[in-house]
Every structure is written in structure tokens, then in C-alpha cells.
């Protein structure tokens, strides 16, 4: 009964998917690039869903479940078991191991390796949902197990890519398998010996405070948040704690807080993907204004102020578009305001008038 699923997810590493989808009654379909094809194959049906199932060791009708799963092939999958329309359906996700390096995925190599080699702090990757904060945490953890001697433990929701050891020891738990919550996983870690934590989300007061108290204590935190640029990340981050705690949290992350890199993937001509970037490291004037509450001056000193550790998404689109990596349509679109994409193309800077 399984044959048919195999062939699937053996088409899918070939076709280098992210995602297969698989729906009773429905061929089976896979996401490349982030486009969904469907397979020229045969309907799923319900007796190679249950077959399936069994399989992952679950029982179909028990609810939505997050489960893992081995291919004959030994490719790891995360698989989500879920109903549409009383029908039976499944998502996988391919576990991989991390190929591209920090420079390969376009992230600042020398900065992004300054951030990781610190003892303690706090590193935040944001974006939107599919900007690929993952998939740079992953690296920035894979650069970290290759060139130190650390304890890493990572809390995911789920496991996304698998990590190897290196001179590293490495711990990767994920929340429903190995932990309940972000923040119970969190607070586990700082009993585990780490040097090196990854929360794979602060979406939470009770994750925020643990994980700014995880940097206070002499580690490094690196976490993702959804955010759509600096500014918002610190928006995001502060609304988590009680109105009562804000002006505190302020003073830790001003003082812990080492950089925000901020992301978002935009289509090239080429049907592929080209990372923009929005960053910023926390130093001088900056810890300032963080703790101040005063984000507006944040925002257009990266504007203005574009060394290695901080730049701005205007600058980033430019200089893409500039470079012919992306078209004018796509450049304009990543754009908060389009207006602001039309000065720039014409050489008109952040400050004139």
C-alpha cells in the first residue's frame, strides 16, 4: 500500500519539492519553488491513506497531528495528518540537512558570523511567513557547529532541518514531541548545560521573558518573530509583555538585544527567489533609543545610516534592482511605499526633499 506514497516522495527530492500533498480522492501534488504541481499519478485512496498512517503510528480520525516519518529512501518527513471535507489528507515536509552556507543564502557573512561568535545576546531573524527564517537560522547554527565547541538545543515547531554534529554537541527538540510549549522547552534548555539556544518562535509573554532572562544568564538566543521589517520587530516583541513590564523589558533588550536581520523573499526572471534585507545592530546610540521606546529614530537611522551592520530594505531593493537581479514590478512591490522606490530609482536620497 505504501508503494505509491514512496514513488511520490522519491519524485519529490528528485524535483528537489518542498512539500508533498497528498488528498483521498485527489492525485498527489508537490510544491517546487513554491508553486504546487500536481503528479501524473493515480488518485490516493483511502486504504493507502490508512496504510500511510499506520506507518507514521497514527490512528486516522484522531484529530490534526504532527508526526515524523522515514521514507525507504531514509528521507525524513514531518507529516501533518488533517481532514478537508470529511476526506483524509496529509502534508509532508522533506527534513534536510543545511547545503548553503551563510554567504550562499546572501545573509551579511561577516556580520552574521561577529553576531554568532558572541557569548550571550540576543539574535532575531524575522519576516513573513515563508521569507526563509528558517532556513538562515538553520545555517547560522550550522556555522556555529562547525567552527566552536558549544552545547546548541534547539525548541522547533516542527523540526525543519536536520543538524549534524560538528565540533558541536547538538540537542534538537521539537514542541508536541519533545516538549509542550516553546516556553516549557525554554526553560528546560537552561537546565541542559547550553551554550547555544534556538526558540524557534517568540510568540508569547511567557517565551519573551524566558528567553531575554536565557541572554541576562550568559548565552546566545537566536529566535525568529513575524514581522515585516526592524521597526515592527520591536513593535511585535514589546506588545508581548504586560503594559506593566514594558519599560523593563526595554532595558534588557537594550542591553542584550546584538541585531535584527529582517527578510523577504521576492521572485526573480528566472523563476527563482532573491533575498532582500533589512538590518540592524544594536550599538551606541541605538540601546538609547531602545530603551527610550523611541523606534522612529531607529527607523531612519538605518535609513541613514548604511555601515555593515545596518541596512534598510529601500537600499536592498535598489541595489537588486540596479543589479538586474529583480524587475521594476517586483522591486516596487516589496516597496511599504512605492513612492519612496520611484526617488530612489532616480537617485533622490532618504533625506531630500
Same mark, same amino acid.
Given at each position: 500500500?505504501?508503494?505509491?506514497?514512496?514513488?511520490?516522495?522519491?519524485?519529490?527530492?528528485?524535483?528537489?519539492?518542498?512539500?508533498?500533498?497528498?488528498?483521498?480522492?485527489?492525485?498527489?501534488?508537490?510544491?517546487?519553488?513554491?508553486?504546487?504541481?500536481?503528479?501524473?499519478?493515480?488518485?490516493?485512496?483511502?486504504?493507502?491513506?490508512?496504510?500511510?498512517?499506520?506507518?507514521?503510528?497514527?490512528?486516522?480520525?484522531?484529530?490534526?497531528?504532527?508526526?515524523?516519518?522515514?521514507?525507504?529512501?531514509?528521507?525524513?518527513?514531518?507529516?501533518?495528518?488533517?481532514?478537508?471535507?470529511?476526506?483524509?489528507?496529509?502534508?509532508?515536509?522533506?527534513?534536510?540537512?543545511?547545503?548553503?552556507?551563510?554567504?550562499?543564502?546572501?545573509?551579511?557573512?561577516?556580520?552574521?558570523?561577529?553576531?554568532?561568535?558572541?557569548?550571550?545576546?540576543?539574535?532575531?531573524?524575522?519576516?513573513?511567513?515563508?521569507?526563509?527564517?528558517?532556513?538562515?537560522?538553520?545555517?547560522?547554527?550550522?556555522?556555529?557547529?562547525?567552527?566552536?565547541?558549544?552545547?546548541?538545543?534547539?525548541?522547533?515547531?516542527?523540526?525543519?532541518?536536520?543538524?549534524?554534529?560538528?565540533?558541536? !554537541? =547538538?540537542? *534538537?527538540?521539537? #514542541?508536541?514531541?519533545?516538549? +509542550?510549549? $516553546?516556553?516549557?522547552? %525554554?526553560?528546560?534548555?537552561?537546565?541542559?548545560?547550553?551554550?547555544?539556544?534556538?526558540?524557534?518562535?517568540?510568540?508569547?509573554?511567557?517565551?519573551?521573558?524566558?528567553?531575554?532572562?536565557?541572554?541576562?544568564?550568559?548565552?546566545?538566543?537566536?529566535?525568529?518573530?513575524?514581522?515585516?521589517?526592524?521597526?515592527?520587530?520591536?513593535?511585535?516583541?514589546?506588545?508581548?509583555?504586560?503594559?506593566?513590564?514594558?519599560?523593563?523589558?526595554?532595558?534588557?533588550?537594550?542591553?542584550?538585544?546584538?541585531? !535584527? =536581520?529582517? *527578510?523577504?523573499? #521576492?521572485?526573480?526572471?528566472? +523563476?527563482? $527567489?532573491?533575498?532582500? %534585507?533589512?538590518?540592524?545592530?544594536?550599538?551606541?546610540?541605538?540601546?538609547?533609543?531602545?530603551?527610550?521606546?523611541?523606534?522612529?529614530?531607529?527607523?531612519?537611522?538605518?535609513?541613514?545610516?548604511?555601515?555593515?551592520?545596518?541596512?534598510?530594505?529601500?537600499?536592498?531593493?535598489?541595489?537588486?534592482?540596479?543589479?538586474?537581479?529583480?524587475?521594476?514590478?517586483?522591486?516596487?512591490?516589496?516597496?511599504?511605499?512605492?513612492?519612496?522606490?520611484?526617488?530612489?530609482?532616480?537617485?533622490?536620497?532618504?533625506?531630500?526633499?
Amino acid at each position: 500500500m505504501l508503494e505509491k506514497i514512496e514513488r511520490v516522495c522519491s519524485a519529490a527530492v528528485k524535483h528537489e519539492a518542498e512539500d508533498v500533498f497528498l488528498q483521498v480522492g485527489n492525485s498527489p501534488s508537490i510544491r517546487v519553488h513554491g508553486k504546487v504541481l500536481e503528479l501524473d499519478v493515480d488518485p490516493t485512496t483511502q486504504e493507502e491513506m490508512i496504510s500511510f498512517a499506520e506507518d507514521c503510528g497514527y490512528i486516522l480520525d484522531s484529530g490534526d497531528t504532527d508526526l515524523s516519518w522515514e521514507s525507504k529512501q531514509g528521507m525524513r518527513y514531518r507529516v501533518n495528518f488533517y481532514s478537508s471535507m470529511s476526506r483524509n489528507c496529509a502534508v509532508l515536509r522533506l527534513l534536510k540537512e543545511v547545503t548553503q552556507s551563510i554567504s550562499e543564502l546572501g545573509l551579511p557573512k561577516d556580520r552574521m558570523q561577529n553576531w554568532l561568535s558572541r557569548q550571550s545576546g540576543l539574535v532575531l531573524v524575522t519576516g513573513a511567513t515563508g521569507s526563509g527564517k528558517s532556513t538562515s537560522l538553520a545555517s547560522c547554527l550550522n556555522w556555529i557547529i562547525k567552527n566552536h565547541n558549544k552545547h546548541v538545543i534547539t525548541v522547533e515547531d516542527p523540526v525543519e532541518y536536520i543538524l549534524n554534529t560538528g565540533k558541536s !554537541v =547538538i540537542s *534538537q527538540r521539537e #514542541v508536541g514531541a519533545d516538549t +509542550d510549549s $516553546f516556553s516549557k522547552g %525554554l526553560r528546560s534548555a537552561l537546565r541542559q548545560s547550553p551554550d547555544v539556544i534556538l526558540v524557534g518562535e517568540i510568540r508569547d509573554y511567557e517565551t519573551a521573558k524566558v528567553a531575554l532572562h536565557a541572554c541576562e544568564t550568559g548565552h546566545l538566543v537566536l529566535s525568529t518573530i513575524h514581522s515585516s521589517d526592524v521597526a515592527e520587530t520591536f513593535d511585535r516583541l514589546l506588545l508581548l509583555f504586560p503594559k506593566g513590564d514594558r519599560e523593563a523589558a526595554r532595558h534588557v533588550l537594550s542591553k542584550q538585544l546584538i541585531g !535584527v =536581520i529582517c *527578510q523577504k523573499l #521576492v521572485a526573480t526572471a528566472d +523563476d527563482n $527567489f532573491y533575498l532582500l %534585507l533589512e538590518h540592524l545592530e544594536n550599538s551606541g546610540v541605538i540601546r538609547k533609543w531602545i530603551r527610550e521606546g523611541d523606534i522612529h529614530s531607529i527607523t531612519d537611522y538605518i535609513k541613514e545610516s548604511e555601515t555593515g551592520g545596518n541596512k534598510s530594505f529601500i537600499s536592498s531593493i535598489i541595489v537588486a534592482y540596479k543589479a538586474k537581479l529583480i524587475s521594476e514590478d517586483v522591486a516596487r512591490a516589496a516597496c511599504a511605499d512605492p513612492n519612496e522606490f520611484n526617488r530612489m530609482k532616480l537617485g533622490v536620497s532618504h533625506g531630500s526633499r
